[in-house]
T-cell receptor, first 113, second 110 residues
């Protein structure tokens, strides 16, 4: 039983393209997150949503736009991809806003050529 | 701005030894300190966490030691096993936003 799933697992694309990453959680959690892990493995939060409402928006370029169609899904759309966007993107979820325990998905490895 | 500093960057331990990873934080408002374990190609998974009202928490071979006055906390892995080889991240939060350390790559050799 997959708790937090992401698609695709790997994404290789050209600079300038637009791409989306999808995340779904079947834990019944209210809060979902996107993290970016760079080549040095540093993990940094990008966004969080609670019940489809944006809560955290770190200083992320506005080429990145999260969308939450319902509380079980949080997708990440990236416009005009740049080389520096190459990273592993992790989705996570937690039970409630303010719950500290976060469950991470397996990651999406994005390579921009 | 690195609010959570983690050391060492890498650690090599022999099977059966003790692995110790240290973290220091700056924000005194932090009130939740988890450790995450990440295997290659996988997402981070919560290992153990502590709140600042206790100085130590133990779960099996994993222990967190917490020093509130020094603003430091550490992970001790007793009887380290090759299966413990992974990257370990400390983190801290005062809300639902986790601030991660830079990670420690642990290798346990038989």
């Amino acid at each position: 039983d997959t708790a937090v799933s992401q698609t695709p697992k790997y994404l290789v694309t050209q600079m300038g393209n637009d791409k989306s990453i999808k995340c779904e959680q079947n834990l019944g959690h209210d809060t979902m997150y996107w993290y970016k892990q760079d080549s040095k493995k540093f993990l940094k939060i990008m966004f969080s949503y609670n019940n489809k409402e944006l809560i955290i928006n770190e200083t992320v370029p506005n080429r990145f736009s999260p969308k939450s169609p319902d509380k079980a899904h949080l997708n990440l759309h990236i416009n005009s991809l740049e080389l520096g966007d190459s990273a592993v993107y992790f989705c996570a979820s937690s039970q409630l806003l303010g719950s500290r325990t976060q469950y991470f998905g397996p990651g999406t490895r994005l390579l921009v050529l | 701005q690195q609010q959570v500093k983690q050391s060492p960057q890498s650690l090599i331990v022999q099977k059966g030894g003790i692995s110790i990873i240290n973290c220091a934080y700056e924000n005194t408002a932090f009130d939740y300190f988890p450790w995450y374990q990440q295997f290659p190609g996988k997402g981070p998974a919560l290992l153990i966490a502590i709140r600042p009202d206790v100085s130590e928490k133990k779960e099996g071979r994993f222990t967190i030691s917490f020093n509130k006055s020094a603003k430091q906390f550490s992970l001790h892995i007793m009887d380290s096993q090759p299966g413990d080889s992974a990257t370990y991240f400390c983190a801290a939060s005062d809300t639902d936003k986790l601030i991660f350390g830079t990670g420690t790559r642990l290798q346990v050799f038989p």
